[in-house]
């Protein structure tokens, strides 16, 4: 059975008015790991009576505007899929009346308000993820972290913010390996800040994407790349301050657990290793931490993209969570991890632009292609 797609746009905390709704046309909301998610509101309008553009007689999208966008393509409630602000307006004007359009651009907290302030700031005897729940929870964020090894310790190595706080934190995110995104929890709406390696097994997926497979087909496409020649182990050496004496960092494999039955960096004979040569580890044991890290993110080499019917699917899929993924055979059939979604919504169909990655090959056996939340 198939249920109808409902969205909701918010303007200001309220539901966005009727001129403008009449005018709305298409919904695009790009979400990813890594970066700020961005909304685009596409209208189509037309003149009033007195000669003005209908819609844009209210003027509503004014810099920094809150908007929440939510979606139920099932039965359930409706999920927001990002809280954002306005950012940017484009206007279209054409001869012929009802075609000049009006396109409305915004980002999340980590496009807006945490990228608009440069000052310098030292974070003394923190780690970074204890840094990384004092930027968000400064933001009204919900901050989602794990603990990173507290490497630098003052007086040997003192934190020091120079740039703006989104800025930063993707420098901690990358040093840590980490994932960095801002995310709604979908039922309450309420931003969370993610600072956390990205979210593998053991934790379940949030869904099971189907391609060619009868009556639970729910992708329009897949497409699967594998860059076999990418994953490599980390080789080098890392002089100790205190002692001036080099201590070596080796990282042969990746720290993560594999979403495959063999992993992308043991299928390759000899392994590959790559010397590490640039690096602004304060010691042996950060080095070897980042060393880990890089062969970990060079494991991720099985790449794809999907488009999925969201109608089918009955829900919007949310970045940074894993998904399985059948009828693509044997070798490139299981679990992957979500990396970007884009939502594409208009009145006659939803659609969803996936880019995943997993970071090994074939079945393991413990795969439960069963999606308790499809609908029948």
Do not use: C
Not at 157 to 174: I, K, P
Not at 199 to 223: E, H, K, M, Y
Not at 324 to 350: K, M, N
Request: proline letters at 10%; charged letters at 15%; zero cysteines.
């Amino acid at each position: 059975m198939i249920f109808p797609t409902y969205f909701r746009v918010e303007v200001g905390f309220a539901p966005l008015p009727p001129p403008w709704f009449t005018a709305l046309r298409e919904i695009e909301v790009e979400t990813a790991v890594g970066q700020a998610s961005i909304f685009r509101l596409h209208f189509e309008l037309s003149r009033n009576a007195f000669g003005d553009i209908d819609a844009l007689a209210l003027d509503l999208f004014a810099p920094l505007m809150p908007v929440s966008i939510s979606i139920s393509a099932g039965p359930g409630v409706p999920l927001t899929i990002i809280n954002g602000r306005v950012a940017d307006g484009q206007l279209g004007v054409t001869n012929t009346p009802g075609t000049s359009t009006y396109e409305v651009v915004g980002m999340d907290v980590l496009g807006t308000a945490m990228a608009q302030q440069q000052a310098p700031f030292p974070w003394t005897n923190m780690s970074d993820d204890q840094i990384a729940a004092s930027i968000f929870g400064s933001h009204g964020l919900v901050p989602v972290v794990i603990p990173t090894p507290p490497l630098r310790i003052d007086p040997e190595t003192a934190t020091v913010q120079r740039g703006s706080d989104a800025n930063f934190l993707q420098q901690l995110a990358q040093r840590n390996g980490y994932a960095l995104y801002v995310q709604p929890e979908p039922v309450s709406g309420r931003d969370v800040g993610h600072f956390h390696p990205p979210l593998t097994p053991p934790l379940p997926p949030q869904g099971v994407l189907s391609i060619d497979f009868g009556a639970r087909t729910n992708l329009d496409s897949l497409n699967v790349s594998n860059d076999m020649l990418q994953p490599s182990g980390v080789m080098g050496s890392k002089i100790d301050p205190r002692s001036g004496v080099p201590v070596p960092v080796v990282a042969p494999a990746a720290a993560e657990m594999p979403m495959g039955m063999q992993p992308a960096l043991s299928r390759i004979v000899p392994p590959p290793v790559e010397r590490i040569h640039d690096t602004d580890a304060d010691g042996p044991a950060e080095a070897q931490y980042q060393a880990l890290q890089r062969a970990t993110a060079s494991a991720r080499a099985i790449r794809a993209t999907a488009e999925v019917d969201g109608v089918k699917f009955a829900r919007p899929l949310f970045a940074g969570v894993p998904v399985l993924v059948r009828g693509a055979g044997r070798q490139h059939s299981g679990l992957y991890y979500v990396e970007s979604v884009t939502h594409r919504i208009s009145r006659d169909e939803y659609k969803q632009s996936v880019g995943l990655w997993r970071n090994a090959v074939g079945l393991t056996g413990a795969e439960v292609f069963v999606d308790p939340f499809a609908v029948a």
